[in-house]
């Protein structure tokens, strides 16, 4: 009996509230919607979820988390859907409205430098009974020693990645380019000397695979979750609205209720249509991030 209750005490430890693991996801530290929390040298707040039609808003407000530190620019901070979404949903802080007529909302914006407020919109999403939280990472922040790049030239894109180098297993599902008047570009294109010239853009369908509590581990030894960066790529608007729409990174957090890691991503890389076709890559980036959920 005696053995059985330690087993029984021991347990209950592993998983009691003040283990700093059960505060994580993906390691990712997580609170409340409505709380605030620091990521990225920031003290960040995201509250009041809320639709609008086929759009989530959802406000912020952050100021440095101390004063004359570094911190990440707002022009770099994006937001994400978290739940079990079939896609992953993203945009940025700031401009994330301005493509959704009809919103009556009151923007997110930098007044200055050591302050961001206002509404983010992300969407369109339908199925409103997915989205458990948001979570907030920047692109530009990347944990040391943390980066693995594979080539991604049309009209391969990646080839499948060894599970070995990230935990996870990385592999492209589509690959479409475009010069940048929209025209769309075949592999028969490459033996033609006039075809990559001037600007372009590609568009790449994305898959993530691995196992959930692999990927637990390493995020919590790394400090922090992977992102996956494509590029090169160019400021909003950029070349196309897909690109606006696909972004150039998104972030690995799914669902932390799932046994495994399935993420379908898509994303974007443009500029110089060589550069951006023929000699783009897809990183994995560890990164630090954080979340808030509707049940934390």
């Known amino acids: 009996m005696l053995p059985a209750l330690l087993t029984a005490v021991l347990v209950l430890a592993g998983c009691s509230p003040g283990d700093p693991a059960a505060d994580h996801v993906y390691g ?14 920031w003290n960040m707040s995201v509250s009041n979820l809320r639709w609008d039609g086929d759009h989530v808003l959802v406000d912020i407000d952050a100021a440095p988390s101390e004063e004359d530190a570094p911190h990440a620019r707002p022009e770099d901070i994006r937001l994400g859907l978290y739940g079990a979404l079939a896609h992953p949903i993203e945009a940025n802080a700031l401009g994330s409205c301005r493509t959704f007529a009809g919103l009556h909302v009151n923007p997110a914006t930098a007044p200055t430098p050591d302050r ?8 369109p999403l339908r199925d409103q009974s997915q989205v458990r939280g948001v979570y907030v990472y920047s692109p530009q922040d990347r944990i040391p020693e943390t980066a693995v790049a594979y080539g991604a030239g049309f009209p391969v894109g990646v080839l499948p990645t060894n599970e070995n180098d990230t935990g996870l297993i990385l592999r492209t599902t589509s690959v479409e380019g475009f010069r940048a008047d929209g025209t769309i570009l075949t592999p028969e294109a490459l033996g033609d000397p006039d075809a990559f010239t001037g600007n372009g853009y590609m568009l790449l369908g994305l898959q993530l695979d691995g196992l959930a509590q692999r990927y637990r ?27 606006d729409v696909y972004g150039s ?15 379908k991503a898509s994303l974007c890389t443009q500029g110089e249509i060589n550069d951006a076709l023929l000699y783009a890559s897809v990183s994995l980036v560890g990164t630090h991030a954080a979340l808030w959920t509707a049940d934390a």
């Open 28 to 41: 990712a530290p997580t609170t409340e919607l409505g709380a605030s929390q620091a990521v990225l040298g």
């Open 217 to 243: 581990d390493d995020s919590a030894e790394r400090g922090g979750p992977l992102m996956v960066l494509a590029g090169p790529t160019l400021p909003p608007p950029g070349l196309s609205p897909a690109c």
């Open 249 to 263: 990174s998104v972030l690995v957090l799914p669902d932390a209720s799932r046994d495994a890691v399935q993420v």
């Open 116 to 123: 961001i407020t206002g509404t983010v919109c992300l969407g």
